[in-house]
């Protein structure tokens, strides 16, 4: 994984006393807080209900033990003894001062980590396909071109202030594990005809009030012009992105009023004029970025380990979790384990400051010093032996973090919800751990199979609602927590916005109402469906009358 | 004199305006440098050109550069407007003057202009400010400074990291 | 009724306006009676740019023996958030405490329109 060179390391120092300075400035009156609010926010720093949040960056989700284990010291001493691990991949914390923010920054700087443009009008956080560099059907690892991102993105002095946030992900394989088309770019990683590596860019995407999935604008970018391409993007952004109107001012908006052909020919007539050698990345730089991302440490190992086939014989519990949480390596003998944050009965994507501990030990001694996050609000260590499953299993269970459960119905993303945010409508912490705890038998979960929850408590999308199998959105009726529910939402290659399925319903009918769409499945489902293939071949109308048989059940 | 902060060689400090602004009905006055909006501009620009004063042109947020591409080297000083501190439209702006058309002559950075901006600015290629917020010479030019390296090019001409990283 | 809430600069912490200090539980902030003294006593806060960030009024009601907000955002802010009960104001515990959190009534406020918007 990339390792901050000296540069790397001094631009974060002097981010941070920037940010010491005005935050000094702001509490003694100098500036307001219109001037200040921007200046925090492109620090990650939020005013919530009950503190300040602070939104560290997970670049590409990708963490290694001495980073995990400052996010605990962090937690641990400015903060309550835990984190939220985001949809974007990043880590919040809830009960942060503005006082000691300056100082955070600081130590998160000793390891490479900062809270830069996690908020703002600005280039956010990048992310990228969590299997990365472990994926046998990979073009390319995504993360090395996310880091030539981040870097080019990282105080860019044209593009700081425009007219809303901006999200690009990135993705190394034909399958999209990275949900590129609900971004405002999406790239995937390719190879063209002369076997030449390029992207196809996606412009566009978003949920929130108005979703929409990015049309492809460009589907044969050479690699070696992302970032002059990308200038070309973002430059005809900040000049015609509609700035009257902030429900109107994202990119997707935009590709919209123009259509893809439009906005594709302004950025291709943008980029023409383009220096582009003055902004393409050089190769010097690209193969030190690349060298940084080559796997090494791996053993020879046979495909199958005896020790582990062995252990999970005679284990029901580990052979479960090996069949929920392992993914299939592209290195003979090892796999990647997934570490659920999605226990039922806990707040989805939460992990204490001892459990960040133990999975960097683990990252340390099990997985080549290496940790992901994924947009799924789970961990993941993605170089594991086979060997040690056995013995990860056993640490990870110990911690509350082997919950088989990962794209079960139990792996929910939640948003933080109104327990936190100031911008939602209803809680949906509560609304995860009622559906959770109705399917925590493991055998029940595993029946019912693959079914993503999302869950958001407000229309700006956090939870991702638009993309689940199961949405559900929380709205305010009257003062009292509503639930939209919408089915056939899906993020991959697949990807498609979810339908209503009928007026909102109270708090305490949602649970209920998953377990009856999910009974109503279950009696649909022919030999090997997923729930979201019955549900496209069925529609709504079996699901609508499973929760709104009894009309009176939803007053 | 009004003044302004301008930024030569690295360095920052308070410098008198020589420019008058001009409402779009305004008379000209017999002499001296004037700034004029761009549809005045687009109007009697050749005129104004001719008289062998400084010309100034003064742009909005909305409108674009581009159509002063062929008059650019006769022009003595382009005013970029920043409606809110938050639009950041100039930006662009700035950098497709001094990177697309090399343009050579002074671009001034007037509206709602901000000290926690200046390092922003001076990136993209503006040379002087008329801070709205009371700051002076010294501050903007610790402000523009604070970062001992950049990760991309721009107007300014400071190598990137990955040229530093060659020479290291 | 109405009462004047605000977060705490240094730190975040919600915080509530009695006679021209902050207090950090909502059972000791001010209530107005009148629009006037409750305008007044905004205006006044706002120009505390030291010590809080945008102080706004809320609605108050009679809830099951003593003062509650209307709103139930509101209410989340005074208590704390309902995932954790050792977390937030709500950790104090005591009568007020309790009366708030089982409090009848709730509804979206009316005083408040403008909600905090992220840029």
Excluded at chain 1, 181 to 199: P, S, T
Aim: with cysteine.
């Amino acid at each position: 994984m990339y390792l901050y060179d000296d540069i790397d390391r001094a631009m974060l120092e002097d981010r941070a006393a920037e940010f010491r300075a005005q935050s000094q400035r702001r509490l003694a009156g100098e500036i307001t807080e219109e001037q200040f609010k921007p200046l925090r926010l492109m620090n990650g720093l939020y005013l919530q209900l009950h503190a300040y949040m602070l939104r560290i960056a997970i670049p590409y989700g990708t963490l290694d033990p001495a980073q995990l284990r400052k996010l605990a010291h962090v937690a641990r001493t400015y903060d309550r003894g835990y984190g939220h691990f985001t949809t974007r991949t990043n880590l919040q914390l809830h009960w942060i001062k503005l006082r000691d923010a300056p100082t955070i920054l600081e130590e998160l700087a000793e390891v490479g980590l900062h809270a830069i443009q996690t908020s703002g009008n600005c280039i956010r956080n990048l992310t990228a396909d969590p299997h990365a560099g472990a994926a046998a059907d990979e073009v390319d690892d995504p993360r090395i071109w996310a880091e030539v991102i981040r870097q080019w993105s990282t105080f860019h002095p044209e593009f700081s202030f425009l007219p809303r946030k901006f999200k690009i992900a990135v993705t190394g394989a034909p399958t999209d594990r990275a949900a590129i088309r609900i971004y405002d770019v999406g790239l995937r990683l390719k190879r063209d005809a002369d076997g030449a590596l390029a992207f196809e860019v996606r412009v566009g995407g978003g949920l929130g009030r108005l979703p929409h999935l990015g049309p492809v604008v460009n589907p044969d970018l050479p690699a070696r012009h992302l970032l002059s391409y990308l200038q070309a993007i973002l430059r005809v952004y900040n000049r015609h992105g509609r700035r009257d109107n902030i429900h109107k001012a994202r990119i997707k908006v935009l590709v919209a009023s123009l259509g893809a052909e439009e906005f594709a020919r302004q950025v291709e007539e943008e980029w023409n004029k383009t220096d582009k050698a003055a902004v393409d990345i050089p190769d010097t730089e690209l193969a030190r970025i690349r060298g940084m991302f080559q796997p090494g440490g791996f053993e020879t190992r046979p495909a199958r380990s005896a020790a582990f086939e062995a252990a999970r014989a005679a284990d029901p519990r580990l052979a479960r979790f090996a069949r929920r949480n392992l993914t299939a390596h592209k290195i003979p003998g090892y796999a990647l384990v997934a570490v659920s944050l999605k226990e039922p009965g806990e707040t989805p994507g939460d992990a204490t400051s001892e459990q960040m501990e133990l999975v960097a030990d683990l990252a340390e001694r099990y997985s080549l010093n290496e940790a992901r996050v994924t947009y799924e609000q789970n961990l993941l260590l993605p170089h594991v032996k086979l060997d040690d499953i056995p013995a990860v299993f056993a640490a990870l269970d110990g911690a509350g973090l082997a919950t088989p459960n990962i794209g079960l119905v139990s792996d929910i993303i939640a948003c933080p919800g109104l327990d936190y945010c100031a911008l939602a409508n209803t809680r949906s912490i509560n609304i995860a751990q009622a559906i959770a705890r109705r399917f925590e038998d493991p055998a029940t979960a595993e029946r019912v199979g693959e079914l993503k929850i999302k869950i958001s408590g407000c229309i700006n999308a956090c939870g991702h609602h638009h993309v689940g199998h199961i949405g559900i959105l929380g709205v305010d009726k009257k003062g009292e927590e509503f639930y939209q529910l919408t089915l056939g939402g899906a993020d991959g290659d697949d990807a498609a916005l979810g339908q209503v399925l009928g007026p909102a319903l109270p708090s305490e009918r949602v649970s209920g109402a998953v377990d009856q769409i999910v009974e109503a499945y279950l009696a649909e489902r022919h030999d090997g469906e997923r729930f979201i293939d019955t549900f496209r071949r069925t529609g709504l109308t079996p699901f609508k009358e499973a929760v709104y048989a009894d009309a009176d059940q939803t007053r | 004199m009004p003044t302004l902060i301008k930024r030569a060689d690295g360095r920052f400090f308070a410098a008198e305006d020589v420019f008058v602004r001009l409402a779009d009905e305004e008379a000209m006055p017999p002499a001296g440098g004037v700034i004029v909006s761009l549809s005045r501009f687009h109007a009697e620009g050749e005129r104004l050109l001719a008289d062998g004063r400084p010309v100034g042109v003064a742009v909005a947020p909305s409108e674009e550069v581009e159509s002063l591409a062929y008059d650019l080297p006769r022009i003595a000083l382009v005013v970029l407007e920043f409606a809110k501190f938050r639009d950041g439209r100039p930006y662009s702006s700035a950098r497709i003057l001094r990177e697309r058309f090399g343009y050579a002559g002074e671009i001034r950075a007037v509206g709602d202009v901000l000290l926690e901006q200046a390092a922003f600015m001076v990136r993209c290629g503006f040379d002087t400010f008329v801070p709205a917020d009371g700051t002076g010479a010294q501050a903007w030019e610790s402000a523009a400074h604070r970062y001992r390296y950049v990760y991309q090019s721009a107007a300014d001409g400071r190598p990137p990291a990955y040229a530093e990283r060659v020479l290291a | 009724m109405k009462a004047l809430t605000a977060n705490r600069l240094y730190d975040g912490e919600a915080v509530f306006w009695k006679s021209g200090a902050w207090v950090e539980r909502f059972a000791d902030a001010e209530l107005f009676g009148a629009e006037e003294t409750a305008e007044a006593a905004q205006s006044s806060a706002a120009a505390e740019i030291t010590r809080v960030v945008d102080p706004y009024l809320i609605d108050v009601i009679e809830a099951d023996g003593g003062p509650a907000p209307l709103s139930y955002r509101e209410r989340l802010r005074a208590l704390g958030p309902t995932n954790k009960p050792g977390h937030g104001k709500q950790a104090a515990g005591g009568a007020d405490v309790a009366r708030l959190a089982h409090a009848h009534g709730s509804a979206r406020s009316t005083g408040r329109v403008n909600l905090i918007r992220r840029k």
